[in-house]
């Protein structure tokens, strides 16, 4: 069935540098690559998110890549701040809202002063 | 303000005690979905509905039900809540039938002794 594999579950970096969490998907029909932040205590909020027909977007300090040859999506934040220290979780969804969303299990970023 | 509303907030209940958790959105989306969100599991999705009188399966649903008569309403019931419906509960919307941001509502957490 489909997975999501998302990979490191804990990251810590200093402020200032960069982080990036990486995920795998298996369904080749996959078409929507959403990226949520969750900050402590909070619901999650969607920050980036990209479609199959697009290779990267990019939005101020954040950005998102795809390789559909590879199954794979990497969130990049550059320039960390320590607003920036929350859970994030990667999804894919098919073409059509009748398609499971499929959520990876997060990775807890943390930024160090 | 747009939003996506759930009540109770929080609720400690005792086995076999129905519940109803409310979702409700004002932001005339069609799409609406429940995510149970555990540690170390990330959102996990129990039902979702593509529009009114449409509701259909997620990845965790045994132990829920769902109803969506209305478009901005979408209960969680829990007939026979048991110790492992512990958990955090998120309500989300979306606008329509293509995949796209999710709108959660502030979360719901229950606990079932």
């Known amino acids: 069935g489909e997975n999501v594999e998302q990979h490191p579950s804990t990251l810590s970096v200093q402020e200032g540098d960069s982080a990036v969490i990486k995920c795998t998907y298996s369904d080749s029909a996959s078409n929507y690559f959403p990226w949520y932040k969750q900050e402590l205590g909070k619901r999650p909020q969607l920050i980036i998110d990209?479609?199959?027909?697009?290779g990267e977007k990019k939005d101020q300090r954040i950005a998102v890549t795809l390789n559909k040859t590879a199954k794979h999506f990497s969130l990049h934040i550059t320039e960390t701040q320590p607003e920036d220290s929350a859970v994030y979780f990667c999804?894919?969804?098919?073409?059509?809202?009748?398609?499971?969303?499929?959520f990876g299990k997060g990775t807890r970023l943390h930024i160090l002063p | 303000e747009a939003q996506v509303t759930q009540n109770p907030r929080y609720l400690i209940t005792v086995t076999g005690k129905k519940l109803t958790v409310t979702c409700s959105q004002n932001?005339?989306?069609?799409?609406m979905s429940w995510y149970r969100q555990d540690p170390g599991l990330g959102l996990r999705q129990i039902y979702y509905s593509m529009n009114v009188e449409v509701t259909d399966k997620g990845d965790v649903p045994e132990g829920y039900k769902v109803s969506r008569k209305e478009k901005r309403n979408f209960p969680l019931i829990l007939e026979s809540p048991s110790p492992n419906q512990t958990s955090l509960y998120f309500c989300?919307?979306?606008?329509?039938?293509?995949?796209?941001?999710?709108?959660f509502g502030e979360g719901s957490r229950l606990t079932v002794l």
């Open positions: 932001m005339n989306h069609e799409y």
């Open positions: 989300a919307s979306s606008v329509g039938q293509t995949p796209g941001e999710l709108f």
């Open positions: 999804a894919e969804e098919g073409m059509n809202r009748d398609d499971k969303i499929i």
């Open positions: 990209i479609r199959s027909n697009v």
